[in-house]
């Protein structure tokens, strides 16, 4: 059994991947801003814990996360919003990272995106821009750090089932996933050694997952 903490609770692919990780026997504490939202991750199996990341320091994330054995960062902003897009996707992914450093939680999957990259060609006017800078800059500082990161890049997410079988692919061959696959792909990810340290980027396609992650 693992403590497994999940920051962004009751995003699509978290309420996806909580009951996998209760069904397995791991220990889930879903962290959401909203109490209202408390209800349906408790549903999952995982505790809620109540708490703005955004607007919570390094310290105070670190308290959040102390005891676990893994954090999932499966938060964002959702667009529209360039400040809020920097507050979250890049200042306070950045904080989680120093929280776990500093509370002695080893393993870091990030929830990312298949065209995440310091040269990500998105421009300035795309109204994507904001979101693919504040990716790049969380994702190399994840790099940077000594956590058993992983970072995984799904392609364009879709809400069809999932089929569990995925194909790794780069940045040149976006195409997409469903969001159930994504879940069952950061499940596995966090039993798979070969992950550590690595870019996972990946399309709905043939291989199983636990093949396709096993094959890095």
């Given at each position: 059994m693992s403590r497994i903490a999940i920051i962004g609770g009751h995003g699509k692919v978290a309420l996806l991947l909580a009951p996998l990780l209760v069904g397995r026997g791991d220990e889930v504490t879903s962290v959401v801003r909203n109490p209202e939202h408390a209800a349906d991750v408790e549903a999952t199996g995982a505790s809620a814990v109540v708490a703005d990341v955004e607007q919570l320091d390094t310290k105070a994330i670190a308290e959040l996360l102390a005891g676990h054995d893994a954090v999932v960062w499966s938060a964002g902003a959702g667009g529209g919003n360039p400040a809020r897009t920097r507050a979250v996707d890049r200042d306070a992914a950045i904080r989680s990272m120093d929280a776990a450093s500093a509370a002695g939680v080893p393993r870091y999957v990030m929830v990312s995106y298949l065209g995440a990259r310091p040269d990500h060609g998105i421009a300035e006017d795309n109204p994507f821009f904001h979101y693919a800078e504040a990716k790049a800059a969380a994702d190399e500082h994840l790099r940077g750090t000594t956590l058993d990161w992983t970072i995984l890049g799904p392609s364009a997410l879709t809400?069809?089932?999932?089929?569990?079988?995925?194909?790794?692919?780069?940045?040149?061959?976006?195409?997409?996933?469903?969001?159930?696959?994504?879940?069952?792909?950061?499940?596995?990810?966090?039993?798979?050694?070969r992950t550590v340290r690595e870019f996972v980027g990946f399309n709905q396609g043939q291989t199983p997952i636990a093949e396709a992650l096993a094959s890095l």
């Open positions: 809400l069809e089932p999932g089929t569990g079988r995925i194909d790794l692919a780069d940045h040149t061959e976006s195409g997409s996933v469903s969001r159930e696959d994504v879940a069952a792909v950061v499940a596995a990810a966090l039993r798979e050694p």
